[in-house]
Protein backbone atom coordinates (compact mmCIF):
# COMPACT_ATOMS: atom_id res chain seq x y z
CA UNK A 1 0.00 0.00 0.00
CA UNK A 2 1.28 3.55 -0.91
CA UNK A 3 -1.26 5.80 0.31
CA UNK A 4 -1.85 5.67 3.59
CA UNK A 5 -4.90 3.86 3.91
CA UNK A 6 -6.43 6.21 6.52
CA UNK A 7 -5.39 9.48 4.28
CA UNK A 8 -6.74 7.04 1.60
CA UNK A 9 -10.45 6.66 2.92
CA UNK A 10 -10.16 10.34 4.11
CA UNK A 11 -9.05 11.86 0.95
CA UNK A 12 -12.08 10.21 -0.75
CA UNK A 13 -14.16 12.00 1.08
CA UNK A 14 -15.51 9.84 3.28
CA UNK A 15 -14.40 10.99 6.48
CA UNK A 16 -14.39 15.17 5.88
CA UNK A 17 -17.45 16.44 6.66
CA UNK A 18 -18.31 19.17 4.21
CA UNK A 19 -17.93 22.16 7.36
CA UNK A 20 -20.75 24.71 7.68
CA UNK A 21 -19.77 27.62 5.32
CA UNK A 22 -18.41 29.78 7.77
CA UNK A 23 -15.79 31.37 5.13
CA UNK A 24 -12.46 33.07 5.85
CA UNK A 25 -9.80 32.41 8.23
CA UNK A 26 -11.52 30.71 11.29
CA UNK A 27 -12.32 28.06 8.66
CA UNK A 28 -8.24 27.78 8.21
CA UNK A 29 -7.75 26.87 11.70
CA UNK A 30 -8.44 23.19 11.18
CA UNK A 31 -6.00 21.81 8.95
CA UNK A 32 -7.05 18.94 6.62
CA UNK A 33 -4.50 15.79 6.74
CA UNK A 34 -2.19 15.78 4.68
CA UNK A 35 -2.10 12.79 2.34
CA UNK A 36 1.31 10.91 1.29
CA UNK A 37 2.41 8.72 -0.87
CA UNK A 38 6.27 7.16 -1.36
CA UNK A 39 5.54 4.64 -4.28
CA UNK A 40 7.45 6.26 -7.46
CA UNK A 41 4.65 4.15 -9.49
CA UNK A 42 1.75 5.89 -11.56
CA UNK A 43 -1.60 6.51 -9.28
CA UNK A 44 -4.92 6.15 -11.10
CA UNK A 45 -6.19 9.87 -12.07
CA UNK A 46 -7.83 11.30 -9.34
CA UNK A 47 -11.63 11.31 -10.75
CA UNK A 48 -13.14 14.10 -8.64
CA UNK A 49 -15.62 13.25 -5.75
CA UNK A 50 -16.30 16.39 -4.67
CA UNK A 51 -16.72 20.22 -6.92
CA UNK A 52 -17.01 20.81 -10.51
CA UNK A 53 -16.62 17.51 -12.81
CA UNK A 54 -13.42 17.61 -14.82
CA UNK A 55 -11.33 14.84 -17.04
CA UNK A 56 -7.97 14.23 -14.27
CA UNK A 57 -4.93 14.07 -15.26
CA UNK A 58 -2.53 11.51 -15.43
CA UNK A 59 0.93 12.53 -13.62
CA UNK A 60 3.56 10.53 -14.80
CA UNK A 61 5.37 8.64 -12.11
CA UNK A 62 3.18 10.33 -9.71
CA UNK A 63 -0.45 11.58 -8.17
CA UNK A 64 -2.72 14.03 -8.05
CA UNK A 65 -3.40 15.52 -4.47
CA UNK A 66 -6.77 15.12 -2.83
CA UNK A 67 -8.50 17.83 -1.23
CA UNK A 68 -11.67 18.39 0.91
CA UNK A 69 -14.49 20.91 -0.15
CA UNK A 70 -15.20 23.56 3.15
CA UNK A 71 -17.82 25.72 2.15
CA UNK A 72 -17.26 26.82 -1.21
CA UNK A 73 -12.57 26.73 -1.01
CA UNK A 74 -11.44 23.32 -2.27
CA UNK A 75 -8.53 22.92 0.42
CA UNK A 76 -5.33 21.19 -0.09
CA UNK A 77 -2.20 20.65 2.06
CA UNK A 78 1.12 20.33 1.23
CA UNK A 79 3.71 19.31 3.25
CA UNK A 80 7.90 20.41 2.39
CA UNK A 81 9.99 17.96 3.62
CA UNK A 82 12.80 15.77 3.22
CA UNK A 83 12.11 12.57 0.81
CA UNK A 84 13.41 9.45 -0.69
CA UNK A 85 13.33 9.35 -4.86
CA UNK A 86 13.83 5.72 -6.76
CA UNK A 87 14.87 7.32 -10.38
CA UNK A 88 14.93 3.95 -11.76
CA UNK A 89 15.53 0.76 -10.21
CA UNK A 90 19.22 0.85 -8.47
CA UNK A 91 19.36 4.03 -7.75
CA UNK A 92 17.46 6.06 -5.01
CA UNK A 93 17.98 10.01 -4.11
CA UNK A 94 17.92 11.56 -0.76
CA UNK A 95 15.59 15.01 -2.09
CA UNK A 96 13.54 17.27 -0.35
CA UNK A 97 9.28 17.58 -1.88
CA UNK A 98 6.15 17.33 -0.84
CA UNK A 99 3.93 14.76 0.63
CA UNK A 100 6.65 11.91 0.37
CA UNK A 101 7.60 12.45 -3.07
CA UNK A 102 9.69 14.74 -5.55
CA UNK A 103 8.14 16.53 -7.38
CA UNK A 104 4.93 16.93 -4.81
CA UNK A 105 1.72 15.91 -6.17
CA UNK A 106 0.33 17.19 -8.66
CA UNK A 107 -2.83 19.84 -7.82
CA UNK A 108 -6.15 19.71 -9.50
CA UNK A 109 -8.92 22.25 -9.69
CA UNK A 110 -11.37 24.07 -12.06
CA UNK A 111 -11.24 27.34 -13.52
CA UNK A 112 -12.88 29.66 -11.12
CA UNK A 113 -12.28 27.09 -7.71
CA UNK A 114 -11.76 28.89 -4.53
CA UNK A 115 -8.26 27.22 -3.42
CA UNK A 116 -6.91 27.47 0.10
CA UNK A 117 -3.84 25.50 0.13
CA UNK A 118 -2.09 24.37 3.58
CA UNK A 119 1.79 24.63 3.64
CA UNK A 120 3.69 22.74 6.60
CA UNK A 121 7.21 22.88 6.50
CA UNK A 122 9.47 20.26 7.34
CA UNK A 123 12.49 20.75 6.07
CA UNK A 124 15.29 22.30 8.24
CA UNK A 125 15.31 25.70 6.89
CA UNK A 126 12.34 28.27 5.73
CA UNK A 127 10.89 27.95 2.78
CA UNK A 128 7.52 29.60 0.35
CA UNK A 129 5.38 28.34 -2.73
CA UNK A 130 5.33 30.42 -5.70
CA UNK A 131 2.51 29.15 -7.80
CA UNK A 132 4.45 29.63 -11.43
CA UNK A 133 1.87 31.41 -13.81
CA UNK A 134 -1.00 32.16 -11.81
CA UNK A 135 -2.95 35.25 -11.59
CA UNK A 136 -3.48 35.42 -8.29
CA UNK A 137 -3.56 38.46 -5.26
CA UNK A 138 0.58 39.65 -5.09
CA UNK A 139 0.75 38.62 -1.63
CA UNK A 140 -0.24 35.28 -2.42
CA UNK A 141 2.85 34.79 -4.70
CA UNK A 142 4.68 33.30 -2.72
CA UNK A 143 8.39 35.14 -2.87
CA UNK A 144 9.81 35.30 0.59
CA UNK A 145 10.59 38.67 1.68
CA UNK A 146 9.05 40.65 -0.96
CA UNK A 147 5.37 39.15 -0.44
CA UNK A 148 5.59 37.68 2.42
CA UNK A 149 7.83 36.11 5.44
CA UNK A 150 8.95 33.08 5.44
CA UNK A 151 7.70 29.90 6.38
CA UNK A 152 9.85 28.87 9.27
CA UNK A 153 10.39 25.05 10.00
CA UNK A 154 7.12 23.72 11.99
CA UNK A 155 5.22 26.55 10.63
CA UNK A 156 2.11 26.07 8.43
CA UNK A 157 1.17 29.25 6.37
CA UNK A 158 -2.20 29.13 4.24
CA UNK A 159 -2.32 30.66 0.79
CA UNK A 160 -5.87 31.32 -0.32
CA UNK A 161 -6.99 32.32 -4.23
CA UNK A 162 -9.12 32.42 -6.56
CA UNK A 163 -8.07 30.37 -10.10
CA UNK A 164 -8.63 32.83 -13.18
CA UNK A 165 -7.88 30.78 -15.85
CA UNK A 166 -7.22 26.99 -16.94
CA UNK A 167 -3.87 25.70 -18.30
CA UNK A 168 -1.13 24.59 -17.04
CA UNK A 169 1.03 25.81 -14.00
CA UNK A 170 3.50 24.73 -11.65
CA UNK A 171 4.48 25.43 -8.09
CA UNK A 172 7.84 25.80 -6.72
CA UNK A 173 9.64 27.20 -3.56
CA UNK A 174 10.76 31.05 -4.42
CA UNK A 175 13.33 30.81 -0.89
CA UNK A 176 16.71 30.06 -1.56
CA UNK A 177 15.44 28.89 -5.05
CA UNK A 178 18.96 27.21 -5.95
CA UNK A 179 18.99 25.38 -3.12
CA UNK A 180 15.77 23.83 -2.88
CA UNK A 181 14.87 23.81 -6.92
CA UNK A 182 17.87 21.18 -6.83
CA UNK A 183 16.77 19.12 -4.18
CA UNK A 184 13.50 18.89 -6.09
CA UNK A 185 11.31 20.42 -4.53
CA UNK A 186 8.73 21.32 -7.67
CA UNK A 187 4.89 20.31 -8.53
CA UNK A 188 2.33 20.34 -11.39
CA UNK A 189 -0.56 22.65 -10.96
CA UNK A 190 -3.56 21.92 -13.55
CA UNK A 191 -6.02 24.44 -13.87
CA UNK A 192 -9.31 22.79 -15.95
CA UNK A 193 -11.94 24.60 -17.66
CA UNK A 194 -15.20 24.84 -16.20
CA UNK A 195 -17.02 23.44 -18.87
CA UNK A 196 -15.95 19.46 -18.67
CA UNK A 197 -16.48 19.24 -22.19
CA UNK A 198 -14.15 22.23 -23.49
CA UNK A 199 -11.16 21.44 -25.09
CA UNK A 200 -11.89 17.73 -23.71
CA UNK A 201 -9.03 15.02 -24.62
CA UNK A 202 -9.41 11.39 -24.27
CA UNK A 203 -5.74 10.74 -22.31
CA UNK A 204 -4.45 14.02 -20.35
CA UNK A 205 -0.69 13.20 -18.84
CA UNK A 206 1.48 15.44 -17.05
CA UNK A 207 5.45 16.23 -16.17
CA UNK A 208 8.03 18.38 -14.72
CA UNK A 209 11.50 18.01 -16.04
CA UNK A 210 14.64 18.49 -13.63
CA UNK A 211 18.14 18.29 -13.79
CA UNK A 212 20.49 16.64 -10.65
CA UNK A 213 23.93 16.29 -10.13
CA UNK A 214 24.57 13.15 -8.19
CA UNK A 215 28.10 12.13 -7.91
CA UNK A 216 27.74 8.26 -9.24
CA UNK A 217 27.58 6.02 -5.42
CA UNK A 218 25.87 9.21 -3.63
CA UNK A 219 22.33 9.99 -2.69
CA UNK A 220 22.31 13.45 -2.42
CA UNK A 221 22.44 16.20 -4.91
CA UNK A 222 25.02 18.56 -5.31
CA UNK A 223 23.03 21.82 -4.79
CA UNK A 224 25.79 24.19 -6.03
CA UNK A 225 25.95 22.83 -9.66
CA UNK A 226 24.60 25.78 -12.14
CA UNK A 227 25.02 23.83 -15.45
CA UNK A 228 26.92 20.56 -15.64
CA UNK A 229 24.28 18.15 -14.48
CA UNK A 230 24.34 14.49 -14.64
CA UNK A 231 20.82 13.29 -14.74
CA UNK A 232 18.43 14.71 -16.76
CA UNK A 233 14.90 13.40 -15.28
CA UNK A 234 11.13 13.60 -15.77
CA UNK A 235 9.31 13.53 -12.68
CA UNK A 236 12.55 13.02 -11.02
CA UNK A 237 12.89 9.60 -12.65
CA UNK A 238 15.18 8.93 -15.90
CA UNK A 239 14.68 6.49 -18.45
CA UNK A 240 13.93 3.16 -17.91
CA UNK A 241 12.21 4.39 -14.66
CA UNK A 242 9.84 6.79 -16.44
CA UNK A 243 6.47 5.47 -17.14
CA UNK A 244 4.99 5.01 -20.85
CA UNK A 245 2.58 7.01 -22.25
CA UNK A 246 -0.03 4.60 -23.03
CA UNK A 247 -2.63 5.68 -25.79
CA UNK A 248 -5.67 3.58 -27.33
CA UNK A 249 -5.15 3.93 -30.88
CA UNK A 250 -8.21 7.35 -32.28
CA UNK A 251 -7.66 8.85 -28.99
CA UNK A 252 -6.95 12.69 -28.72
CA UNK A 253 -4.23 13.15 -26.51
CA UNK A 254 -2.58 15.94 -24.47
CA UNK A 255 1.06 16.26 -23.06
CA UNK A 256 1.63 18.77 -20.38
CA UNK A 257 5.30 19.40 -19.60
CA UNK A 258 7.11 21.87 -17.21
CA UNK A 259 10.58 23.01 -16.86
CA UNK A 260 12.31 23.64 -13.92
CA UNK A 261 15.82 22.79 -14.74
CA UNK A 262 18.71 24.73 -15.80
CA UNK A 263 18.39 24.98 -19.99
CA UNK A 264 15.71 24.16 -22.57
CA UNK A 265 14.78 20.70 -23.85
CA UNK A 266 13.30 20.26 -27.59
CA UNK A 267 11.13 17.57 -26.74
CA UNK A 268 10.38 15.56 -29.92
CA UNK A 269 7.97 12.58 -30.65
CA UNK A 270 7.67 9.94 -33.28
CA UNK A 271 4.92 8.74 -34.89
CA UNK A 272 2.34 11.49 -36.51
CA UNK A 273 3.06 15.45 -35.77
CA UNK A 274 1.26 16.94 -32.59
CA UNK A 275 0.13 21.15 -32.04
CA UNK A 276 1.16 23.09 -29.35
CA UNK A 277 -2.21 23.99 -27.57
CA UNK A 278 -1.16 25.58 -24.44
CA UNK A 279 1.85 27.43 -23.05
CA UNK A 280 2.27 29.89 -19.92
CA UNK A 281 0.30 32.68 -20.86
CA UNK A 282 -2.75 30.53 -21.92
CA UNK A 283 -4.53 28.42 -24.71
CA UNK A 284 -2.71 28.79 -28.39
CA UNK A 285 -5.96 29.66 -30.65
CA UNK A 286 -6.37 27.33 -33.25
CA UNK A 287 -5.46 29.61 -36.27
CA UNK A 288 -2.38 30.22 -34.47
CA UNK A 289 -1.27 26.64 -33.92
CA UNK A 290 1.67 25.45 -35.28
CA UNK A 291 1.79 21.76 -36.35
CA UNK A 292 5.43 20.44 -35.15
CA UNK A 293 7.66 16.74 -34.04
CA UNK A 294 9.90 18.86 -31.64
CA UNK A 295 9.07 21.87 -29.33
CA UNK A 296 11.48 23.61 -27.06
CA UNK A 297 10.40 24.28 -23.77
CA UNK A 298 12.03 26.77 -22.31
CA UNK A 299 13.56 27.72 -18.50
CA UNK A 300 10.70 28.29 -16.49
CA UNK A 301 8.07 27.29 -19.36
CA UNK A 302 5.31 25.31 -19.66
CA UNK A 303 4.35 23.79 -23.14
CA UNK A 304 1.15 21.41 -24.02
CA UNK A 305 0.81 19.71 -26.97
CA UNK A 306 -1.98 17.57 -28.42
CA UNK A 307 -1.96 15.08 -31.39
CA UNK A 308 -4.56 12.26 -32.48
CA UNK A 309 -2.98 8.52 -31.72
CA UNK A 310 -3.56 7.65 -35.41
CA UNK A 311 -0.28 5.41 -35.43
CA UNK A 312 -0.54 2.24 -33.57
CA UNK A 313 3.35 1.15 -31.98
CA UNK A 314 5.70 1.99 -29.64
CA UNK A 315 7.29 5.52 -30.46
CA UNK A 316 9.79 7.35 -28.80
CA UNK A 317 9.39 10.73 -26.94
CA UNK A 318 12.35 12.27 -25.57
CA UNK A 319 14.75 15.26 -25.12
CA UNK A 320 16.79 15.87 -28.89
CA UNK A 321 19.81 16.61 -26.98
CA UNK A 322 21.62 13.75 -26.80
CA UNK A 323 23.20 13.65 -23.71
CA UNK A 324 19.73 14.06 -21.99
CA UNK A 325 18.88 11.06 -22.89
CA UNK A 326 22.00 9.64 -20.75
CA UNK A 327 22.65 8.71 -17.42
CA UNK A 328 25.28 9.34 -14.68
CA UNK A 329 28.31 9.77 -17.20
CA UNK A 330 31.88 11.08 -16.93
CA UNK A 331 32.35 14.43 -19.04
CA UNK A 332 35.40 14.26 -19.85
CA UNK A 333 35.69 10.89 -21.58
CA UNK A 334 37.82 10.45 -24.30
CA UNK A 335 37.02 9.99 -27.88
CA UNK A 336 38.74 6.41 -29.15
CA UNK A 337 36.79 6.07 -32.11
CA UNK A 338 39.04 3.92 -34.33
CA UNK A 339 41.82 3.40 -31.44
CA UNK A 340 42.64 -0.14 -31.06
CA UNK A 341 43.18 -0.67 -27.32
CA UNK A 342 43.65 -4.79 -27.03
CA UNK A 343 47.58 -4.00 -26.45
CA UNK A 344 47.33 -1.36 -23.79
CA UNK A 345 44.15 -3.30 -22.46
CA UNK A 346 46.55 -6.38 -21.47
CA UNK A 347 49.02 -3.75 -19.45
CA UNK A 348 46.38 -2.07 -17.45
CA UNK A 349 44.66 -5.58 -16.60
CA UNK A 350 48.03 -6.13 -14.77
CA UNK A 351 46.74 -3.32 -12.79
CA UNK A 352 43.39 -3.16 -12.80
CA UNK A 353 41.79 -7.11 -13.42
CA UNK A 354 38.37 -5.81 -14.03
CA UNK A 355 39.16 -3.01 -17.17
CA UNK A 356 37.52 -3.32 -20.05
CA UNK A 357 38.36 -0.83 -23.45
CA UNK A 358 35.55 0.47 -24.47
CA UNK A 359 34.62 2.54 -27.13
CA UNK A 360 37.23 1.79 -30.20
CA UNK A 361 33.50 1.63 -32.62
CA UNK A 362 31.80 3.84 -30.49
CA UNK A 363 29.81 3.66 -26.90
CA UNK A 364 27.00 1.53 -27.98
CA UNK A 365 28.93 -1.39 -26.01
CA UNK A 366 28.29 0.12 -23.49
CA UNK A 367 24.32 -0.01 -23.48
CA UNK A 368 24.71 -3.95 -23.23
CA UNK A 369 27.40 -4.08 -21.05
CA UNK A 370 27.07 -5.34 -17.64
CA UNK A 371 29.89 -3.69 -15.20
CA UNK A 372 30.91 -3.46 -11.85
CA UNK A 373 29.63 0.13 -11.12
CA UNK A 374 29.62 2.11 -7.38
CA UNK A 375 26.41 0.84 -5.79
CA UNK A 376 23.32 3.11 -5.89
CA UNK A 377 24.28 4.12 -9.75
CA UNK A 378 22.47 3.41 -13.18
CA UNK A 379 24.09 3.13 -16.33
CA UNK A 380 24.40 6.08 -18.29
CA UNK A 381 23.04 3.89 -21.58
CA UNK A 382 20.53 1.29 -20.69
CA UNK A 383 17.17 -0.15 -21.15
CA UNK A 384 15.77 -3.12 -23.12
CA UNK A 385 13.37 -3.44 -26.09
CA UNK A 386 12.63 -6.49 -27.37
CA UNK A 387 15.08 -6.39 -30.20
CA UNK A 388 18.12 -5.27 -27.78
CA UNK A 389 19.11 -2.42 -25.67
CA UNK A 390 17.95 0.82 -26.48
CA UNK A 391 21.32 2.57 -25.25
CA UNK A 392 18.94 5.26 -23.47
CA UNK A 393 18.67 6.91 -20.19
CA UNK A 394 17.62 10.11 -19.13
CA UNK A 395 14.65 11.82 -20.65
CA UNK A 396 13.23 9.35 -22.34
CA UNK A 397 9.47 7.33 -22.86
CA UNK A 398 7.67 5.52 -25.13
CA UNK A 399 3.95 6.54 -26.08
CA UNK A 400 2.30 3.02 -26.89
CA UNK A 401 -0.88 3.24 -28.96
CA UNK A 402 -2.65 0.32 -29.41
CA UNK A 403 -5.99 -0.80 -30.58
CA UNK A 404 -8.87 -1.85 -28.45
CA UNK A 405 -7.63 -0.89 -24.94
CA UNK A 406 -10.10 0.42 -22.02
CA UNK A 407 -10.66 3.61 -21.95
CA UNK A 408 -8.60 4.90 -18.96
CA UNK A 409 -6.51 1.85 -19.17
CA UNK A 410 -2.88 3.18 -18.95
CA UNK A 411 -0.94 -0.15 -17.73
CA UNK A 412 1.73 -1.08 -20.07
CA UNK A 413 0.67 -3.41 -22.80
CA UNK A 414 4.16 -4.68 -23.21
CA UNK A 415 6.51 -4.08 -26.25
CA UNK A 416 4.33 -3.39 -29.50
CA UNK A 417 3.33 -6.39 -31.73
CA UNK A 418 4.33 -5.67 -35.25
CA UNK A 419 2.43 -6.85 -38.58
CA UNK A 420 4.71 -9.34 -40.30
CA UNK A 421 6.52 -7.57 -42.81
CA UNK A 422 6.47 -4.07 -41.27
CA UNK A 423 9.79 -4.37 -39.46
CA UNK A 424 13.55 -3.00 -40.85
CA UNK A 425 14.96 -6.48 -41.80
CA UNK A 426 18.79 -7.35 -43.26
CA UNK A 427 19.35 -7.40 -46.92
CA UNK A 428 20.68 -11.08 -47.48
CA UNK A 429 21.36 -10.56 -51.43
CA UNK A 430 24.81 -10.07 -52.88
CA UNK A 431 25.77 -6.70 -52.25
CA UNK A 432 28.19 -5.44 -54.94
CA UNK A 433 31.40 -2.79 -53.86
CA UNK A 434 30.07 0.70 -53.28
CA UNK A 435 31.01 2.24 -56.86
CA UNK A 436 33.57 5.34 -55.90
CA UNK A 437 33.67 8.28 -58.00
CA UNK A 438 37.20 9.03 -59.57
CA UNK A 439 38.94 11.33 -56.35
CA UNK A 440 39.37 14.90 -57.56
CA UNK A 441 42.99 15.52 -58.18
CA UNK A 442 44.44 17.91 -55.89
CA UNK A 443 44.88 21.40 -57.69
CA UNK A 444 48.06 22.60 -58.98
CA UNK A 445 47.02 26.78 -58.38
CA UNK A 446 48.95 27.85 -55.08
CA UNK A 447 46.75 28.13 -52.10
CA UNK A 448 45.24 31.28 -51.80
CA UNK A 449 47.61 35.06 -51.25
CA UNK A 450 46.83 37.71 -49.18
CA UNK A 451 48.48 40.20 -47.92
CA UNK A 452 47.02 42.01 -44.29
CA UNK A 453 47.66 46.06 -45.11
CA UNK A 454 46.90 48.11 -41.71
CA UNK A 455 44.35 50.92 -42.35
CA UNK A 456 45.91 54.28 -43.25
CA UNK A 457 49.89 52.78 -43.46
CA UNK A 458 49.37 52.03 -47.42
CA UNK A 459 51.31 54.47 -49.33
CA UNK A 460 48.56 55.68 -51.68
CA UNK A 461 45.51 54.99 -49.53
CA UNK A 462 43.34 57.68 -49.73
CA UNK A 463 39.97 58.52 -47.39
CA UNK A 464 37.41 56.87 -49.59
CA UNK A 465 33.64 57.92 -49.03
CU1 LIG B 1 17.10 18.07 -22.74
Known amino acids: MTMSRRNFFGASGALF ?6 SGRAQAASI ?23 QPVVT ?6 PWRMNGDWKEFHLVAEPVVREFAPGMKAHLWGYNGQSPGPTIEAVDGDKVRIFVTNRLPEHTTVHWHGMILPNGMDGVGGLTQPHIKPGKTFVYEFVLKRSGTFMY ?5 EMVQMAMGMMGAFVVHPRDPNER ?3 RDFVFIMQSYDIDPGSYTPKVTTMT ?13 GIDPLVCRLGERIRVRIGNLTMTNHPIHKHGEPFTVTCTDGGWVPESARIPEVTTDVPVGAMRVFEFAASEPGDWAIHCHKSHHTMNAMGHDVKNFIGVDKKAVAKTIRKLVPDYMPMGSAGMADMGAMEMPMPDNTLPMMTGFGQYGPMEMGGMFSVIKVREGLAAGDYSDPGPYKHPPGTVAYEFTGNAAPPVRRSEPQPSRAPAAEFNVIKPGTRPNSKHQH
Open 200 to 202: RVD
Open 32 to 54: PEAVTVTSPAMQPPLVPSSGPAY
Open 172 to 176: HPHAD
Open 228 to 240: DFNLWAWNSRVFP
Open 60 to 65: LNGWSL
Open 17 to 22: ASASAI
